[in-house]
C-alpha cells in the first residue's frame, strides 16, 4: 500500500505479493468495519449551471481504517462486491445519506437532493425496493430528496432493472446513469428507461479543451440527454475554463474540484447547506 501524503489515501497500484497480502487483510477488516462504525460519508456539491446554487450533494463512501487512516471506496469497493459485503455496506450508505439529508432540512438547511452511488450488484436484487421504502419511511425524508446512482452495467440485465426502475419512479426518487458512456455500449435502454440524469464522466471532462472528440462526445451526450427529457451533470470539473464550455452547451449541473472537492457532513453544512452569513 501506498499513502498519499496529501489526502491519506491508501492507494494500490500493482499485484506485488506486499499488495495482495494487504489486500487479503483489508478483505478481512471489512466484515468487521460496519459493526465497528468505521465507514463515513464525504459529501460534494453540485451546482446549478444557471443559477449558480446548490441543488444537490453526491454522497462518497470512506473507511475510516484504523491503522491504514482514511481509505478510498477505489480500494474497497471492489472488494465488498467480491464477496457480498456491498448488499450490507449499502444499506448503510442509503440510510446515512438520507438521514443526514433529512436532518439538514429539520436545521433549516438548503433544500438539496443527496445522490447515492449503487452497485449493480445491489441495485439488481429483489430487496432494493423495500430498503428505498424502509429508510425512506424510518428517516422521514421526502423521496424527490433522494437520487440513486446507477451505472449502464444495470440495463445488461434488463427486464430485473426495468421493473426495479418503474417501482422507484412510483415511490418518486430520482435516478442518475453514472459514468456515461465509458460501459455498455447500446443505448437502447435510454428510450425504456425512466431516467432523470446522465453524469458524464471525468475522463470525457478532462481533455474537453484539448481534445475535439471528447468535446465532440460531450456535446452530443448533453443533446441526447436533452431531447430525452433529461438533465445533465457534469462531473470532475476542475477549471473555469471546462465549466464555461460546459454551460456554453448547456450543461445543467456541474460538480467537480473546480468548485469543491467532498467534505465532511460538517464542513459541506457549513459552505453550503447552512452557510453562515459573512
Ligand atoms: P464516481 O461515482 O464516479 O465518483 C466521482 C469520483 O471522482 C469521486 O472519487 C470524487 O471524489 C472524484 N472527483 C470529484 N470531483 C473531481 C475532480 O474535479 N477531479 C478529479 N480528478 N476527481 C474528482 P471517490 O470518492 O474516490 O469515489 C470513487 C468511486 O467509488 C466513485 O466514482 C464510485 O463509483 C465509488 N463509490 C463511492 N462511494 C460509493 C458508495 O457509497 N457505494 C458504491 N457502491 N460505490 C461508491
Ligand atoms: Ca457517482
Ligand atoms: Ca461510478
Ligand atoms: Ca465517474
Not at 438520507?98 to 445522490?115: D, F, I, L, T
Request: proline share 3%; net charge negative.
Amino acid at each position: 500500500a501506498k499513502l498519499d501524503g496529501k489526502d491519506r489515501y491508501v492507494v494500490y497500484s500493482s499485484h506485488s505479493l506486499e499488495n495482495m497480502m494487504e489486500e487479503f487483510r483489508l478483505e478481512a477488516d471489512l466484515r468487521e468495519a460496519l459493526e465497528k462504525n468505521e465507514f463515513v460519508l464525504h459529501y460534494q456539491p453540485q451546482i446549478n449551471n444557471t443559477t449558480g446554487e446548490v441543488v444537490g450533494v453526491e454522497a462518497l463512501i470512506r473507511w475510516q481504517h484504523p491503522e491504514f487512516g482514511l481509505i478510498s471506496p477505489g480500494s474497497f469497493i471492489h472488494l465488498a462486491e467480491k464477496n457480498g459485503l456491498i448488499t450490507r455496506i449499502g444499506e448503510w450508505v442509503i440510510e446515512e445519506a438520507c438521514r443526514q439529508n433529512k436532518k439538514w432540512q429539520e436545521a433549516g438547511g438548503r433544500p438539496v437532493k443527496v445522490s447515492v452511488n449503487m452497485s449493480t450488484q445491489q441495485f439488481l436484487t429483489k430487496n432494493t425496493i423495500t430498503l428505498v421504502q424502509d429508510v425512506l419511511e424510518r428517516t422521514g425524508l421526502a423521496p424527490e430528496y433522494l437520487v440513486l446512482e446507477v451505472t449502464e452495467y444495470m440495463a445488461m440485465e434488463y427486464d430485473s432493472s426495468f421493473l426495479v426502475l418503474e417501482k422507484l419512479r412510483e415511490i418518486g426518487v430520482g435516478i442518475s446513469i453514472d459514468d456515461f458512456g465509458t460501459g455498455y455500449s447500446s443505448l437502447n435502454y435510454l428510450k425504456q428507461f425512466r431516467i432523470d440524469y446522465i453524469k458524464i464522466d471525468k475522463s470525457f471532462v478532462n481533455e474537453i479543451l484539448h481534445d475535439e472528440n471528447d468535446a465532440i462526445i460531450v456535446n452530443a451526450i448533453i443533446s441526447l440527454a436533452h431531447n430525452l427529457g433529461m438533465q445533465v451533470i457534469a462531473e470532475g470539473v476542475e477549471t473555469s475554463e471546462q465549466l464555461d464550455f460546459l454551460i456554453r452547451q448547456n450543461c445543467d449541473v456541474t460538480q467537480g474540484f473546480y468548485f469543491s472537492k467532498p467534505l465532511t457532513a460538517d464542513d459541506i453544512e457549513k459552505s453550503y447547506i447552512r452557510p453562515q452569513a459573512p
